[in-house]
């Protein structure tokens, strides 16, 4: 990864953040709600440390990553910087121990195995992490998360990880064009946060609902969203070394 940017890239970067951040605040406004309710996360995987520090330079203090070696590897390289790295990708629950010592923020929560072993290596480190439970709500076997009839009991054994903060839902919507279809999958993760705050343990909280990437985040907006999580409008198109 090179660690410079030039004035062209530094001039599209600016101007993609800020179409995006208008499509952000459009969709709130149509959604007749507050832009603070929504947060733009970037998605910066395959994105180089030097585009990283250019986004923070722009006012973007958090990132989202899917795989743990390349989250830490560019938290070793912006360690300079004030920076809270997103787990947003499945985790293995051997890479646990990794993320307990460099995350501020976990996404895909989606076992009581991975709950246990973060749980306990963050005790070990001392630390807390906010926590999201990841569910699967198009159903395709394709993607990972618990299915929703199975976040009723998995919540009732979340109080015993005292070191996971869980504040909410994340999804992938069905990667499809169908407006209803993909609505269909926020509404439920809305539905499910709603059902859990009604019938949840004392202390955990489910404000957030992270739902919502290039394709589709103003119809997540509409649906709710607290959190959008943004790659390629932001970043362009991805390249895989
Ligand atoms: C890559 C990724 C995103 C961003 O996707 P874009 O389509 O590039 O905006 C969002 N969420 C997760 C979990 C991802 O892995």
Redesign the pocket.
């Known amino acids: 990864m090179t660690d410079s940017i030039d004035k062209g890239d530094l001039a599209a970067l600016n101007a993609s953040f800020q179409a995006v951040e208008a499509r952000i605040a459009s969709a709130c406004t149509d959604a007749g709600r507050e832009r603070s309710s929504v947060r733009l996360l970037p998605?910066t995987?395959t994105v180089a440390p030097a585009r990283l520090r250019a986004a923070h330079a722009l006012g973007y203090a958090w990132f989202g990553e899917?795989k743990v070696q390349e989250a830490q590897e560019k938290a070793e390289a912006l360690a300079e910087l004030a920076i809270d790295w997103c787990i947003?990708?499945h985790l293995q629950t051997n890479k646990a121990r990794h993320v307990a010592r460099f995350a501020a923020e976990l996404h895909s929560l989606d076992s009581l195995r991975l709950a246990a072993e973060l749980d306990r290596r963050l005790q070990a480190e001392g630390r807390a992490m906010r926590v999201l439970i990841q569910v699967n709500t198009s159903g395709e076997a394709s993607k990972a998360g618990l299915a929703p009839q199975d976040v009723p009991a998995f919540l009732r054994e979340l109080p015993a990880f005292a070191s996971l903060q869980v504040r909410g839902f994340m999804t992938?919507a069905m990667a499809s064009d169908d407006e209803a279809r993909v609505r269909g999958c926020f509404r439920l993760l809305r539905s499910l946060r709603e059902a859990a705050r009604q019938d949840a343990p004392a202390g955990l909280a489910f404000d957030e609902l992270s739902m919502g990437?290039?394709?589709d985040f103003p119809w997540a907006i509409a649906e709710g969203a607290t959190i959008v999580?943004?790659?390629?409008?932001l970043f362009g198109e991805r390249h895989y070394a």
């Open positions: 998605v995987k899917n947003i990708g992938l990437m290039s394709g999580r943004v790659g390629t409008a």
